[in-house]
């Protein structure tokens, strides 16, 4: 039997490197968009922190330039969480966007593995029909050794 040769092996294997390599970068989005997550909380814990110490300002005796500063960092921090919150946002659409080359890149190996094996299947559909006509052969042959 022959073996059987994809003559577009070289494109599949093409397909499955991309698709290694869009695995690897959704998988960079995602750890991003985790990264940016844990800095938003922390500066949600930032802001919590510094209200609880205005309030224990406010209890205590009273301290205008303590208060201001208190204010101002509060508002800072509102600042700082709001770019923080676009970073997140970007970081979610640099998730999608990776997701979607994935799936696009998935949908291309998944076309060309099913040439393969419909071109595997016509390599041996082919075969056998050979082996059939060689069995034929041989048979008429031995067939016509023994009449003669």
């Known amino acids: 039997m022959a073996k059987f040769v994809y003559r577009m092996q070289s494109i599949l294997n093409i397909k499955n490197k991309m698709e290694t390599q869009a695995k690897m970068e959704l998988g ?11 800095r938003l909380e922390r500066l949600f814990e930032r802001k919590r922190y510094y209200l609880e110490e205005g309030r224990n300002l406010r209890q205590a ?13 509060i508002a800072r921090m509102d600042e700082y969480i709001e770019l923080q919150r ?12 990776a997701r979607a080359k994935l799936e696009e890149v ?9 040439l393969r094996e419909k071109a595997f299947d016509q390599f041996i559909h082919e075969e056998n029909a050979k082996e059939s006509k060689e069995v034929d052969e041989l048979t008429s042959y031995t067939y016509g050794q023994k009449r003669g």
């Open 28 to 38: 960079q989005a995602q750890r991003r968009l985790t990264e940016e997550e844990e």
């Open 61 to 73: 005796a009273l301290n205008v330039r303590s208060l201001r500063d208190n204010e101002y960092a």
């Open 86 to 97: 676009e970073n997140v946002k970007k970081a979610v659409q640099e998730v999608e966007e």
């Open 106 to 114: 998935m949908k291309e190996r998944k076309a060309q593995e099913k």
